[in-house]
């Protein structure tokens, strides 16, 4: 898909008035080569956060929704060993779900990912791959992004972000949310056999908005 098809599915999203920018103005930034180039287009979480990216996901008819038990997620940012190129939009290439990466922990899976030259998704890239490719998210196979965690002492909170389809438990909301796109979290040394860990081959940098 190109590039240019995906900001147009942004802007029908809404991106711009989430992100309190002009709608034309997101365009001309992005303006140029990248356009007509392949690849995910990703949201920059400094120009809309995760849990906010979050709300235009849908599955079913439900929108997408973070867990309750995670109102820190704004304090959950890119590893040391993940470049995000510093502009709102960027391109995302080579994107797998990394479904041979399942039942690996995601301490596990991270040495395995750089091994391999790929680079692991943060949560906001995985949101904006959902956003253009909803069918990417399905039931015993969906994916962690440990590209994104929360700093602690000198390492790590024990969480890792990771987006799976709720199936409507109480701590999600009740059956309301049954089936709809959920941004939860696991424990970094746990193994799950419907997670995989999403990754990618590169990023390539878009252009700065103008005030």
Same mark, same amino acid.
């Given at each position: 898909?190109?590039?240019?098809?995906?900001?147009?599915?942004?802007?029908?999203?809404?991106?711009?008035?989430?992100?309190?920018?002009?709608?034309?103005?997101?365009?001309?930034?992005?303006?140029?080569?990248?356009?007509?180039? #392949?690849? @995910?287009? *990703?949201?920059? !979480?400094?120009?809309?956060?995760?849990?906010?990216? &979050?709300? $235009?996901?849908?599955?079913? /008819?439900?929108?997408?929704?973070?867990?309750?038990?995670? #109102?820190? @997620?704004? *304090?959950?940012? !890119?590893?040391?060993?993940?470049?995000?190129?510093? &502009?709102? $939009?960027?391109?995302?290439? /080579?994107?797998?779900?990394?479904?041979?990466?399942?039942?690996?922990?995601?301490?596990?899976?991270? !040495?395995?990912?750089?091994?391999?030259?790929?680079?692991?998704?943060?949560?906001?890239?995985?949101?904006?791959?959902?956003?253009?490719?909803?069918?990417?998210?399905?039931?015993?196979?969906?994916?962690?992004?440990?590209?994104?965690?929360?700093?602690?002492?000198?390492?790590?909170?024990?969480?890792?972000?990771?987006?799976?389809?709720?199936?409507?438990?109480?701590?999600?909301?009740?059956?309301?949310?049954?089936?709809?796109?959920?941004?939860?979290?696991?424990?970094?040394?746990?193994?799950?056999?419907?997670?995989?860990?999403?990754?990618?081959?590169?990023?390539?940098?878009?252009?700065?908005?103008?005030?």
């Amino acid at each position: 898909m190109f590039v240019a098809s995906q900001l147009d599915r942004l802007l029908d999203l809404g991106l711009a008035e989430l992100a309190g920018v002009d709608e034309d103005q997101l365009v001309e930034s992005f303006g140029g080569d990248l356009l007509c180039t #392949t690849g @995910l287009l *990703a949201v920059h !979480p400094s120009l809309v956060p995760a849990a906010r990216l &979050t709300a $235009l996901l849908e599955r079913g /008819g439900k929108p997408g929704f973070v867990v309750p038990d995670m #109102t820190d @997620l704004a *304090a959950f940012g !890119p590893i040391p060993q993940v470049e995000v190129p510093d &502009t709102p $939009l960027y391109v995302v290439t /080579g994107v797998e779900r990394g479904d041979d990466l399942r039942d690996v922990s995601p301490d596990e899976a991270l !040495p395995r990912i750089l091994e391999r030259g790929r680079t692991p998704l943060i949560l906001t890239e995985g949101i904006s791959w959902l956003l253009q490719q909803p069918a990417v998210l399905e039931p015993n196979h969906c994916f962690m992004t440990i590209g994104s965690r929360k700093p602690k002492g000198a390492g790590y909170d024990k969480r890792v972000p990771a987006i799976w389809i709720s199936g409507g438990a109480p701590r999600d909301g009740g059956l309301e949310r049954d089936g709809a796109p959920k941004v939860g979290w696991c424990w970094a040394g746990n193994r799950h056999t419907w997670l995989g860990h999403a990754s990618a081959a590169g990023r390539q940098a878009g252009a700065a908005l103008t005030a």
